[in-house]
Structure formats: C-alpha cells, structure tokens
C-alpha cells in the first residue's frame, strides 16, 4: 500500500549548519509531494511543493527535489537559524486514496545559537 | 494568508461532558478535514467532508462525529469526552479545483488542544 517514512528526531543542530530531513515513500502511483512545517504553539504551514518527477519545490532557503527513482523528497537547507526551530512533515498525495495526504510522523528540530 | 479558525484554543473539562470543536474557513473551500495530533506529532486523519452533507471517517477510528451543513462550518463533537480524548485537533481545507497554484495544498487552523480530567 502507500505509505511514507521520515527521519526520526529530534534533530539538533548548531546556527548555519546543513540540514537535511529524509523522507521516503512508498506507491503503486505517482504522488504529489508536499513539506509541512509546524512552529510551536501553531497549526500546520505548507513549506514547499512538487507534483512532477524532478520538480524541485523550495520557500524560505529550503529545497526538496521529487525523486522518482528513489521515491524520495528530502528537505534541505544550507544554512538553518533558529526561527526554523520547529515540526517538520513529509505529506505525499495519493489520488488512489482520495486525494488525502498521508503525513509523516514529524521530525522535530532545534536549531542552537 | 490562510482563513481558517478555530476555537477554543485551549479547552480542558471534565470526564463526561458533551464538547464541540468549532471550525470556519472563509476561503469557500469545499473539502474540509479533521486531524488528531498526539503528543508524539503524528497526525491522523479522523474526518473530512467533500462539501455540505458529505462527511466520512477517516483513517484513524474515531467516537468524534463531525457535520457540514454550510461550506464554512465543520464542526466536532465528542458526545462524553474521556481521558483518552485528550489530544491536539486540527481542522484543515482546501481547494477542490485541479488546477492553478494552490492545487493539492491544505490550509490548517491553530489548532484546539484538548485536556480531559
């Protein structure tokens, strides 16, 4: 069946470092992929988006490139601040499935000064 | 910006009691959601409605049942909440369309978070 999986946290890194979150999904289709991000005390944000094979999607200095060979759409950063402190969530949609996105189960990082 | 509230935000009550989670959009979407968010962060789909008078369960088993009588209103209703209700809800919606850039995306409300004694 469709389902995804992402990198577990928490994750914790020092002000400017790289970031990558992973995020892999399994499907019989070709689903459109999505980035939350929830910031404390907050409801969820839409972050990014791609509907297409090789689409990057990418909003406030992150990136995520929609892998169809590997079934992947890590997030990535190269140089995070603390204001990015926060969840993140991988949401594939599968049209087989309604058009509902199926989330996650969150990667929690902490950015230090 | 998104236009979707909540409210309360915040609402801790007793075991028994009858409480309703109210939700509004004034953006006109048709699909509406409802998720359950536990402390762990994952997010279970427990409701969403395709328009008014359409609602279906989700894929998390829930004793919550929700309506859709007007396109902005989707509200939750726990009947007699226990200790094991206590949660975050977040309600969502979106646009049915299949085209034009906010295709596919949903739109969350802050968010109630639910304690129950």
């Known amino acids: 069946g469709n389902s995804v999986t992402q990198m577990e946290g928490p994750v914790t890194l020092s002000e400017e470092a790289f970031l990558t979150i992973n995020c892999t999904y399994t499907?019989?289709?070709?689903?459109?992929l999505f980035w939350y991000v929830q910031y404390p005390g907050e409801g969820l944000q839409l972050l990014l988006k791609a509907t297409k094979a090789d689409d990057k999607g990418s909003n406030k200095g992150f990136e995520a490139t929609y892998r169809k060979e590997t079934t992947s759409f890590h997030l990535e950063k190269g140089s995070v601040q603390v204001s990015d402190s926060a969840v993140y969530f991988c949401?594939?949609?599968?049209?087989?499935?309604?058009?509902?996105?199926?989330f996650g189960q969150g990667t929690e990082l902490s950015v230090k000064p | 910006e998104a236009d979707i509230y909540q409210t309360p935000r915040y609402l801790v009550i007793g075991t028994g009691k009858k409480i309703t989670l109210e939700c509004s959009q004034t953006m006109g979407h048709d699909k509406m959601y409802w998720y359950q968010q536990d402390p762990g962060m994952e997010l279970h789909l427990i409701h969403y409605s395709y328009g008014v008078n359409s609602t279906e369960k989700g894929d998390l088993s829930s004793e919550s049942t929700v309506s859709r009588i007007r396109t902005e209103h989707f509200p939750l209703t726990l009947e007699s909440a226990r200790p094991s209700h206590t949660s975050q809800y977040l309600c969502?919606?979106?646009?049915?369309?299949?085209?034009?850039?906010?295709?596919?995306?949903?739109?969350f409300g802050p968010g109630t978070r639910l304690t129950v004694l």
């Open positions: 499907a019989t289709g070709y689903p459109s």
């Open positions: 949401a594939p949609r599968f049209l087989s499935q309604g058009g509902k996105l199926i």
């Open positions: 969502a919606s979106s646009w049915p369309g299949r085209e034009g850039p906010s295709y596919n995306e949903q739109f």
